[in-house]
């Protein structure tokens, strides 16, 4: 087995996050540098509300000023970890390869839990409309038009929408040949073996920690992903970290000789939160950044 070093470890894991994480790609991204200071592991996003011009009532009439008009966002970052031991007894009798039996089960572990705070904000929302529950073309095309024509109405930007799909959807678009599947690209991003063919302005995106038979459209802006890389631990005997699209992963590597093993830490901090557009998120017309799609109960 290679000599194990925390520089290599995080090499890769960086590359084993490439083909890992995919939905906060898709969001809006809050800097780590947000979270230092006082702030914590929670901040304040500010989401600016849309101007109206005013209309001069006459001629050398006196002008009304405008004022800022803003909402805040609360995302929270939690620490996402994993911690093998590794004891004598295993490095010298179990693993035959470091990377493939340790450090890859740890990466997608962490990974899975940080697009999982993603995939938590989308799931805990509410539908705002219903595929058939026996999928027709016709049906299946209307409720993605009328998801299109709500992000139209609110004003969303034409760029940056996205429809992220369950797999049991995206099996409904691929099964009618609404759409295609672009992996053929020869690319190995994760981004892109999940995607299909785009549709209707909207990149579309699978991602199987989505509820089963559930869609979400929505602008990149009606989600925000935060993640921020732990700082290196003083006490660890050796660490580093590593930045991949956007993702930051720390190792820790070191030796604990009360039980004869090597320790393994793998972590980063990471959280997600849906955007309203009003502080009261109760209402259903502050959801003007995203439409949940799910299917209805056959009847």
């Known amino acids: 087995m290679a000599a194990l070093t925390a520089i ?13 994480v995919v939905l906060p790609r898709t969001m809006t991204r809050v800097p780590g540098a947000d979270f230092d200071g006082p702030n914590g592991s929670s901040i304040q996003v ?41 004891t004598d007894q295993e490095a010298n009798f179990s693993i035959e390869n470091f990377a493939s039996q340790v450090t890859r089960p740890q990466v997608e572990a962490v990974a899975i839990a940080a697009e999982n705070t993603a995939t938590t ?22 409720t993605i038009l009328a998801a299109r024509e709500a992000l139209g109405e609110a004003d969303c930007p034409a760029g940056g929408r996205w429809l992220a799909v369950s797999p049991s959807i995206a099996t409904r678009l691929l099964s009618m040949d609404i759409t295609t599947r672009v992996d053929a690209s020869g690319s190995n991003s994760a981004l892109r073996q999940a995607m299909l063919e785009p549709l209707w302005g909207f990149n579309i995106v699978e991602s199987n920690g989505l ?6 459209a929505y602008h990149e802006s009606g989600f925000v ?20 699209q956007g993702i930051g992963l720390r190792t820790v590597f070191q030796y604990d000789p009360t039980h004869a093993q090597d320790q393994i830490l793998v972590s980063t901090f990471g959280g997600c939160s849906a955007v309203y557009d009003d502080a009261d998120e109760s209402s259903p017309a502050d959801n003007f950044r995203f439409v949940k799609i799910d299917v209805a109960s056959a009847s």
């Open 8 to 20: 290599g470890i995080s090499r890769v894991a960086m590359a084993l996050l490439n083909r890992t």
């Open 121 to 142: 904000a989308m799931n805990a929302l509410t539908a705002d409309l219903s595929f058939a529950a026996v999928a027709t073309e016709a049906d299946t095309k209307a």
């Open 211 to 216: 509820t089963a038979d559930t869609a979400m």
């Open 46 to 86: 500010r989401v600016r509300q849309p101007r109206t011009a005013k209309t001069q009532s006459s001629p050398g009439a006196v002008l009304v000023a405008n004022t800022v008009d803003e909402v805040a966002v609360t995302v929270v970052l939690s620490h996402l970890y994993d911690l093998h031991n590794l």
């Open 225 to 244: 992903f935060a993640n921020r890389t732990p700082t290196v631990p003083r006490g660890a005997s050796e660490s580093a970290v590593a930045t991949e």
